[in-house]
């Protein structure tokens, strides 16, 4: 599907995103799936992943503050995504920070997400190749961790993004590029926490590689209508807001490579 008709169906559809995200993200993440048009579910605990899970359009993971008990959560969450049939992305952030961290994405990673995003360092390591990161931020360029992305994408039937001034995805077969954005992007905390959570809403309205290409698109494009707006970061993130909004599904196309 044309990502123009995704966001058109996004917008129609307003799907139900189970968003288990860290405590940085929840209320940006949440801003940014009602901004662009579907509708966010911060819930995380185990006890209620059995009822909740199911009845929602799809399913986002975010390890950023990981804990024990959200680490259970989120693995039954995927399990019952799958038995559902309801696509699911996993966003493996600082993975290699710590042995417990780095096994809880390995753990995440083998019940084969429908989308993996990730930036460059991640993605190198979540691959098992040396990477440059530095907690959350990424050391590495988009273009070293293209081959990894292939792979994994190969290996677990996924389709991976990787974020950066220019993004990169691929289901193994097929690949894109996306331009565009603002060098403000990265000074706003949880920015690409919240791109993860709304690529959830993409993956409920189409095809895996689709989705992800029209959610990178659309974040793209709205980086770059705030970007001439903003004095600041501060400023910034509410001009992004609007400008999510804002965007209409003929903008997608012209960030595409």
């Known amino acids: 599907m044309a990502p123009s008709d995704l966001l058109i169906e996004l917008r129609d559809q307003k799907p139900l995103v189970h968003c288990m995200t860290n405590y940085v993200a929840m209320n940006i993440a949440?801003?940014?799936v009602l901004a662009a048009g579907a509708s966010p579910a911060m819930v995380h605990a185990l006890e209620e992943v059995d009822d909740f899970t199911p009845i929602c359009s799809a399913l986002t993971l975010n390890i950023g503050t990981l804990s024990a008990p959200w680490l259970a959560s989120m693995?039954?969450?995927a399990k019952a995504a799958q038995a559902h049939d309801i696509p699911w992305v996993l966003d493996p952030v600082a993975h290699f920070?710590?042995?417990y961290r780095k096994e809880a994405a390995?753990?995440?990673?083998?019940l084969r997400p429908t989308i993996l995003r990730g930036n460059a360092s991640e993605i190198l390591a979540l691959a098992g190749e040396a990477g440059a990161g530095k907690g959350a931020d990424s050391g590495d360029s988009v273009e070293a961790a293209q081959g990894a992305a292939?792979?994994?994408a190969a290996r677990f039937g996924s389709v991976v993004a990787i974020t950066g001034p220019v993004d990169y995805v691929t289901d193994?077969?097929?690949e894109a590029r996306i331009t565009g954005g603002s060098s403000l992007m990265p000074q706003v905390t949880a920015l690409g926490c919240a791109q993860s959570a709304l690529m959830g809403a993409y993956a409920a309205t189409g095809p895996a590689f689709d989705a992800a290409l029209a959610c990178l698109a659309h974040f793209k494009v709205a980086g770059g209508a705030a970007d001439g707006l903003a004095k600041g970061p501060g400023s910034f993130q509410m001009h992004f807001l609007d400008?999510?909004?804002a965007t209409q599904p003929e903008d997608l196309a012209q960030v595409i490579a």
Request: proline share 0%.
């Open 243 to 245: 400008a999510l909004a």
């Open 106 to 110: 390995q753990e995440l990673l083998a």
């Open 150 to 152: 292939r792979a994994l």
């Open 75 to 77: 693995a039954a969450a």
């Open 172 to 174: 193994g077969t097929q």
């Open 97 to 99: 920070i710590s042995g």
């Open 30 to 32: 949440a801003n940014v």
